[in-house]
C-alpha cells in the first residue's frame, strides 16, 4: 500500500507539472483501489486483534499498522485532490509564462 500511495502521489504531481489531464484522471481512479487496501488492511487487523487476543509487541505492531494504513489513505486523498487539480490544469511552464507577462 505504501508503495502504491508513493507512486500515486509521484503520478499526481508529474500530472500538474505537466499539465498532463490523461495522468491526472488515472490518479483520481486510482484512489479507490488505495480506500480498498485500507479497508481490506483494516479489517485484517480487526480480525486479528478479534480472534488471536495479540499480546506486547504483537499488539504494537497491529496498532502501527492501523495508525500507518491511516496515514497512508489520507496521502491517497491529496494525491486524489492533486489529480483533480491537474486535470483541469495547463502545464506548469504555460503558466508560468502567463504569469511573466
Known sequence: MGGFV???MQ???????DGNSALGQ???VDDQKVNEMEIAIDEECSRILATRAPTA???????????????????GDESE???YIARASPPWSARRTATAK
Request: proline share 0%; aromatic share 0%.
Open 81 to 83: 485532490k492533486i489529480g
Open 26 to 28: 488515472e490518479v483520481v
Open 57 to 75: 509487541g504483537d499488539l504494537r505492531v497491529i496498532v502501527t499498522i492501523i495508525k500507518t494504513i491511516t496515514d497512508l489513505e489520507r496521502i
Open 11 to 17: 503520478k499526481a504531481v508529474t500530472a500538474l507539472v
Open 6 to 8: 508513493q507512486d500515486q
